[in-house]
């Protein structure tokens, strides 16, 4: 056994689940192939660490030749981009998909708040995973802001949101969630952490604590049931990678 083997990494929550197997069966085999390289990175990037795994790692258990992955990824660096859009998938499409009959923005910015927090508590190694992708991967830190300033903007045009700037305010959302995030994988957060943090976050956001309160008391919208990804799950990202931050 590798010291990646397959149960290294748990299972997603159903909710986020993959498309099922035959989703793929008559795909090509070019395609099930690279589907097959990301969810090898997903396992070892989260035992190893992003800065760390190393392409030849990945292809020890996606049980392919050296070559294959480079074949598919050019570098580490278009492997990493492509794991980003996978994960941005995986949770930030099924949220915006689950808040489509939310009207308010500081309710969806609550929601999408909440659910990071509850992939935190449920899948805290997949959690650690998407933190350290982001930290790595402007395409995936890139696409979680876009969600989050969609919800920012909605709430400042229905007055619910007063912000000094939107930079700054995206900072503070941002950042609160990804701490408390980190304080719920270590184990550390507190009884009705999320709650508290993301009526902190609303607050901060101009909203009243009680306005704030009530607003996250509401229940969560169900998230959306996986459907098929495109015959290419690659989509534009951001170009420019920064440095590994820490």
Request: glycine share 6%; hydrophobic share 50%; proline share 6%.
């Given at each position: 056994m590798t010291l990646w083997s397959?149960?290294?990494?748990?299972?997603?929550?159903?909710?986020?689940?993959?498309?099922?197997?035959?989703?793929?069966?008559?795909?090509?085999?070019?395609?099930?192939?690279?589907?097959?390289?990301?969810?090898?990175?997903?396992?070892?990037?989260?035992?190893?660490?992003?800065?760390?795994?190393?392409?030849?790692?990945?292809?020890?258990?996606?049980?392919?030749?050296?070559?294959?992955?480079?074949?598919?990824?050019?570098?580490?660096?278009?492997?990493?981009?492509?794991?980003?859009?996978?994960?941005?998938?995986?949770?930030?499409?099924?949220?915006?998909?689950?808040?489509?009959?939310?009207?308010?923005?500081?309710e969806r910015m609550a929601v999408?708040?909440?659910?990071?927090?509850?992939?935190?508590?449920?899948?805290?190694?997949?959690?650690?995973?998407?933190?350290?992708?982001?930290?790595?991967?402007?395409?995936?830190?890139?696409?979680?802001?876009?969600?989050?300033?969609?919800?920012?903007?909605?709430?400042?045009?229905?007055?619910?949101?007063?912000?000094?700037?939107?930079?700054?305010?995206?900072?503070?959302?941002?950042?609160?969630?990804?701490?408390?995030?980190?304080?719920?994988?270590?184990?550390?957060?507190?009884?009705?952490?999320?709650?508290?943090?993301?009526?902190?976050?609303?607050?901060?956001?101009?909203?009243?604590?009680?306005?704030?309160?009530?607003?996250?008391?509401?229940?969560?919208?169900?998230?959306?049931?996986?459907?098929?990804?495109?015959?290419?799950?690659?989509?534009?990202?951001?170009?420019?990678?920064?440095?590994?931050?820490?």
């Amino acid at each position: 056994m590798t010291l990646w083997s397959h149960g290294s990494l748990p299972a997603l929550p159903p909710e986020l689940a993959p498309e099922p197997a035959d989703a793929y069966a008559r795909a090509p085999k070019r395609e099930r192939t690279r589907r097959q390289l990301i969810e090898a990175a997903a396992r070892v990037f989260s035992h190893r660490g992003v800065a760390v795994a190393t392409l030849a790692e990945v292809a020890q258990v996606g049980q392919v030749a050296n070559a294959t992955v480079y074949n598919h990824f050019a570098s580490k660096d278009a492997l990493i981009d492509e794991m980003a859009v996978w994960l941005a998938d995986r949770l930030c499409r099924r949220i915006a998909e689950s808040c489509v009959h939310v009207a308010e923005g500081s309710e969806r910015m609550a929601v999408g708040n909440r659910r990071y927090l509850w992939l935190a508590d449920v899948a805290p190694a997949w959690a650690a995973l998407l933190l350290d992708v982001a930290a790595t991967s402007p395409a995936l830190l890139g696409t979680v802001r876009d969600y989050m300033l969609a919800d920012l903007r909605l709430g400042i045009r229905q007055k619910a949101f007063k912000v000094t700037t939107e930079a700054a305010a995206a900072d503070l959302v941002g950042g609160t969630i990804s701490q408390a995030m980190r304080m719920r994988i270590a184990g550390l957060a507190p009884k009705n952490h999320a709650t508290a943090v993301t009526t902190m976050v609303l607050v901060g956001l101009g909203m009243s604590r009680d306005a704030a309160a009530e607003v996250v008391a509401r229940p969560l919208p169900p998230l959306a049931v996986a459907a098929p990804m495109p015959r290419s799950v690659s989509r534009p990202v951001r170009r420019g990678r920064s440095a590994v931050q820490r």
